[in-house]
């Protein structure tokens, strides 16, 4: 090898980190082995996705164009996650990956498979097992367990409540053959380990803003050094475009196709873009090699990119704080100065800058010895007070579908109070009741779901089945009751202040491990798993009753605020039959009953978005006590003591020069 192609090896390695602490390859019978694959889940277009080919996808820097233009896919019209019917643009590629871990010496495998999709319910992750145990060869058989992850990326085929039945088959066979290349592609690998915080682009935007800024990263190299891939656990819900409509001069064309008129020509959510994890994935493959497997972790109520600032970062415009944009930064796109302006680039900023922060983590990532390889699950009922959810669980009999998801679930009825077991739970058999008000739902009024727990070594993952804020995840800020007002909102009175905020306790307390991280909408999605302290539920009465119902009712004391019921007033009506019958006979009880029953699908209160797409008040403990199952470890404490708690309205102290 030359002087100068030494010299080159070795700069590229400084650069990367790609290179830095290789570690000697394991022995044939102990150490890891690791393989990887990945899929795109775009829709076809003359039966492959050569028109979304990367030389056609525009540059990163191009802060306006939605991408290639589709008049039509295979597959029929694709609805677009959190946006419009009849996707039209693909401004990027939409993958799935895949990562398979095995203890050599062992037969046991364990793939985690991560989608750019908005969500998998627990019965397509099902499907989707079922799968892949058909292509597994027969030494393979009962041995590979298989974990689903989806980013909740809002930008893809919707997979919740509009789902194409075709393309969604089609990504579950994108998936399936994504895991049985993984599996096939094993090697000896040794794996490392790092974990520190981020903040750009994320912060939390909920009522409560406890936002977790954990960011772990996982890497395995083969025995030359070569990155197989590249784990990455961060918490930021992927909308950073979220309700922009991308200029119409760049959709003209476009438009005149389709037939739309001016007033009609409009590309805002009927694009498809795998958001900031695309472009971190992009990022780091350049930089490092290998696949990039990016798992979100606590986005819930809600860790968000939308209203967080950002701009182009240089040496000139540094990182500092996260937050707080130097006095000469630009903001995305390089025009003006709304730093909060959304556009294709923040998205792209947002990626790069993870993408440099996991770089930086990797100088001093940790070797994670091969101990354990281990995974187990814990089921749990919860109940599903959301009467919306119920109603879209609805089967139709001629399709064999529901509207959720892709296969129908099963529900449950279950006692209202006391253990909610296998034994004392039964299967409605997709029966029917009509209610009066929103006609027919299911009979069951309780769903199952689990949490998981991953062990690799002395790093630990719980797989938690929804979107969970921070304060369930990493718990409380020490300083939330000496400084509360540092964690509210601006709109406190529409919240419990956080200094009364009570929870469960918080995941990674209970987590065994050195590294413990914590995986959102891992196998199933129950929506925004929320503390019962600040759940409210609308009041319906003067949607049923006539204007000025809810006034009369809290002002009789009967329902806890203006414009809501209390999480936990409804939870002690469904489960005490004495609370009931305690409330005055007529039309007062039937309308606090009737807003425990109907305020979750039939609008929110003030500043409580999140209630409308939760499965229920219950999720949070039940949640919680699943994840005390499995570790055996009991433990209430709410604060964190190690936990600063910063986010955007109160941001970390500037790094040292």
């Not at 008129?261 to 472009?279: F, K, N, Q, S, V």
């Not at 979107?467 to 509360?484: D, F, Q, R, S, Y």
């Not at 929320?530 to 204007?547: E, M, T």
Request: charged share 25%.
């Amino acid at each position: 090898m030359s002087r100068m192609r030494r010299l080159a090896l070795l700069l590229m390695c400084v650069v990367s980190s790609a290179c830095a602490g290789t570690p000697a390859a394991p022995a044939a019978d102990k150490g890891w082995l690791v393989g990887t694959s990945s899929r795109s889940v775009l829709p076809t277009v003359d039966g492959g996705h050569g028109y979304a080919a990367p030389e056609r996808l525009p540059p990163d820097a191009d802060a306006d164009d939605p991408g290639v233009f589709a008049a039509q896919f295979d597959q029929g019209p694709i609805t677009v996650g959190n946006g419009k019917d009849n996707a039209h643009w693909v401004r990027d590629d939409l993958r799935v990956r895949t990562l398979a871990v095995q203890r050599a010496g062992t037969d046991r495998v364990v793939v985690i498979a991560s989608a750019d999709v908005y969500m998998v319910f627990r019965p397509d992750a099902e499907e989707l097992r079922r799968m892949v145990r058909e292509v597994l060869p027969a030494e393979r058989q009962g041995k590979v367990e298989v974990l689903i992850h989806a980013t909740h990326n809002h930008h893809g085929p919707d997979t919740a409540f509009a789902v194409n039945p075709d393309w969604y088959r089609f990504f579950l066979e994108q998936t399936r053959d994504a895991v049985k290349e993984a599996v096939e592609r094993l090697e000896p690998a040794t794996l490392r380990v790092a974990e520190g915080t981020h903040y750009f682009g994320g912060s939390d935007l909920g009522g409560l803003r406890v936002y977790d800024p954990t960011l772990g990263v996982l890497q395995a190299r083969a025995a030359d050094g070569r990155v197989i891939a590249t784990l990455v656990n961060w918490a930021d819900h992927p909308e950073s475009t979220l309700n922009w409509s991308p200029p119409r001069e760049r959709i003209a064309a476009a438009c005149k196709t389709l037939g739309w008129t001016a007033e009609a020509c409009d590309a805002g959510g009927r694009y498809l873009t795998a958001d900031y994890p695309g472009a971190l994935a992009r990022w780091l493959a350049r930089r490092l090699g290998g696949e990039v497997i990016y798992i979100n972790g606590a986005i819930g109520a809600m860790a968000s990119p939308l209203d967080v600032p950002a701009w182009e970062v240089s040496e000139r415009t540094p990182i500092g704080d996260g937050y707080t944009p130097p006095p000469n930064a630009v903001p995305p796109g390089s025009v003006g100065r709304d730093f909060l302006v959304r556009n294709f680039r923040k998205p792209i900023l947002v990626g790069e800058q993870l993408g440099v922060a996991v770089e930086g983590l990797l100088r001093d990532a940790k070797p994670l010895e091969p101990s354990r390889l281990d995974v187990r699950h814990q089921p749990f009922f919860t109940r599903m007070s959301n009467i919306g959810f119920r109603k879209l669980a609805v089967v139709n009999a001629e399709s064999g579908r529901s509207s959720l998801g892709f296969k129908p679930g099963e529900l449950y009825t279950c006692p209202a109070s006391g253990p909610k077991t296998e034994s004392t739970c039964h299967d409605d058999g997709r029966a029917v009741d009509e209610d009066p008000v929103v006609g027919p739902i299911r009979k069951g009024d309780h769903t199952r779901s689990a949490v998981s727990l991953l062990q690799i070594g002395e790093l630990t993952l719980a797989f938690l089945p929804g979107e969970v804020p921070g304060e369930l995840v990493i718990g409380l800020p020490k300083g939330i009751k000496a400084t509360p007002e540092r964690w509210a909102d601006e709109t406190p009175s529409a919240h419990t202040p956080p200094d009364q905020i009570t929870t469960p306790g918080y995941v990674k307390r209970l987590l065994p491990g050195t590294w413990t991280w914590a995986v959102g909408l891992g196998n199933d999605e129950l929506g925004y798993i929320l503390p019962l302290s600040d759940y409210r539920v609308l009041c319906v009465a003067d949607k049923l009753g006539g204007a000025g119902a809810c006034a009369r009712l809290h002002q009789a004391g009967l329902i806890d605020f203006p414009d809501a019921v209390s999480g936990a007033r409804c939870k002690k009506l469904a489960d005490d039959p004495a609370a009931l019958a305690a409330l005055p006979e007529g039309a007062a009880r039937d309308a606090v009953v009737g807003s425990c029953r109907y305020g979750q699908a039939m609008g929110r209160p003030q500043g409580h978005y999140e209630e409308t797409n939760s499965a229920g008040w219950d999720v949070a403990a039940d949640m919680l006590a699943a994840v005390a199952t499995l570790t055996g470890k009991s433990d209430a404490t709410q604060v964190n003591e190690n936990f600063a708690g910063y986010h955007h309205r109160y941001p970390p102290p500037p790094p040292r020069p």
